[in-house]
């Protein structure tokens, strides 16, 4: 029997995070997600007058292909994905696979390869469609963030599902207050941050990109950036684990970059002049996340976190940083992490991963889970 959270979750992406109209093309990329979850989102789309398209992925076959990734082909696979692409209004991305290091043993060369060749295909479809992306719940997902796969089933949907429309009052009004800010001020354990975000826009993201979503986000000037930030939150890159990364800054490049895995983290910072500089500033509340699980569409969403992300910014947060990588590195500031304060303009704005402004509090979690 199908699992009617499937047909919640799909009505709740077709209708509301792309807002499908009649007429309108959809590609749904389904990657290794189970075929009654791509039919759920086959039957919302023509439910709306929509017109589905779709791609099925594996991940082992990825990975075969991305081994041994040559120019040539790539450059013909760009040239498809992106004719295809540019014949769609809206994109949607579900990547499951019952392993999260599937690509970890793909050289590092290939991979920078195709992030390089696919590039205009991303580029086309952040700019140019209503797009959201989000993952599938596995075994090992549920490994990663220490429950059983039942229970993790459980707080995916409760997650994915949760009615972002109440995050919309808090969410505008920390867009408008980042705004109007030009210094900002991070300080925690390991951590002591400045940089200016003065004349940058700020997009509040409530479930239309991204699922799970609770984020808004920035960028800072890009040269504006002095002083050291310890992220608490482990992460994966490019098939790889790292821990403990901690960043340096002087005049915006980071000059120092250190972390378990310090060799390849400045090996990816290397991958192009914009990786060491930062594309991101982002802060997160979704309060039915609270612990890292090193998948970033969910970590970066962390209730009390903010990211600091080196690499490409996006064009709606434009602040002049190009680079092919774009590495959403995250930092909790919640007691159980350390703590920590951010400051706008010298005014105290979130200490200890909750909002103190009296229009800002209604993103704290007590607010937004209240019945």
């Known amino acids: 029997m199908p699992d009617p959270r499937f047909d919640l979750l799909a009505k709740n992406l077709i209708g509301f995070s792309v807002s499908l109209k009649k007429g309108e093309r959809v590609l749904i990329d389904a990657f290794d997600i189970p075929d009654e979850m791509v039919v759920s989102l086959i039957r919302a789309a023509r439910a709306v007058g929509g017109v589905p398209m779709v791609q099925i992925h594996h991940g082992r076959v990825a990975r075969e292909m991305a081994r041994d990734a040559q120019e040539e082909m790539l450059e013909l696979a760009s040239k498809v994905e992106l004719a295809r692409m540019k014949q769609v209004a809206a994109y949607i991305a579900l990547r499951g696979g019952a392993n999260a290091m599937e690509t970890c043993d793909v050289p590092s060369a290939k991979m920078k390869l195709i992030s390089r060749m696919m590039k205009p295909v991303l580029d086309w479809r952040v700019k140019k469609t209503k797009w959201c992306v989000l993952r599938w719940p596995s075994p090992s997902m549920a490994q990663m963030a220490q429950m059983s796969t039942e229970a993790f089933e459980d707080f995916y949907f409760r997650v994915c599902t949760l009615d972002y429309a109440k995050l919309q009052p808090g969410m505008k009004a920390l867009a408008e207050l980042m705004m109007k800010t030009d210094r900002v001020k991070i300080t925690g354990p390991g951590t002591e941050l400045e940089f200016s975000i003065k004349g940058i826009r700020a997009i509040p993201c409530g479930g239309t990109h991204n699922i799970?979503?609770?984020?808004?986000?920035?960028?800072?000037?890009?040269?504006?950036?002095?002083?050291?930030?310890?992220?608490?939150?482990?992460?994966?890159y490019q098939g790889t684990g790292f821990d403990g990364i901690r960043l340096e800054f002087k005049d915006g490049k980071i000059v120092d970059a250190t972390s378990n895995n310090t060799k390849k983290?400045?090996?990816?910072?290397?991958?192009?002049?914009?990786?060491?500089?930062?594309?991101?500033?982002?802060?997160?509340f979704?309060?039915?996340?609270?612990?890292?699980?090193?998948?970033?569409?969910?970590?970066?969403?962390?209730?009390?976190?903010?990211?600091?992300?080196?690499?490409?910014?996006?064009?709606?947060?434009?602040?002049?940083?190009?680079?092919?990588?774009?590495?959403?590195?995250?930092?909790?500031?919640?007691?159980?992490?350390?703590?920590?304060?951010?400051?706008?303009?010298?005014?105290l704005v979130r200490k200890d991963g909750l909002f103190v402004p009296k229009a800002l509090k209604a993103l704290n979690p007590d607010r937004l889970l209240a019945a």
């Open 212 to 236: 799970p979503d609770g984020e808004v986000f920035t960028a800072p000037v890009r040269d504006s950036v002095n002083g050291v930030v310890q992220y608490n939150a482990p992460t994966i």
């Open 286 to 347: 979704n309060p039915h996340i609270q612990q890292p699980m090193r998948d970033i569409l969910f970590d970066e969403k962390i209730a009390g976190s903010f990211h600091f992300t080196p690499g490409q910014c996006y064009e709606q947060t434009e602040n002049g940083n190009r680079s092919q990588v774009h590495w959403d590195m995250v930092c909790i500031q919640r007691p159980d992490y350390g703590g920590g304060e951010i400051y706008f303009d010298g005014k």
């Open 265 to 284: 983290l400045n090996a990816i910072l290397d991958s192009d002049p914009g990786a060491r500089f930062i594309g991101e500033f982002a802060i997160g």
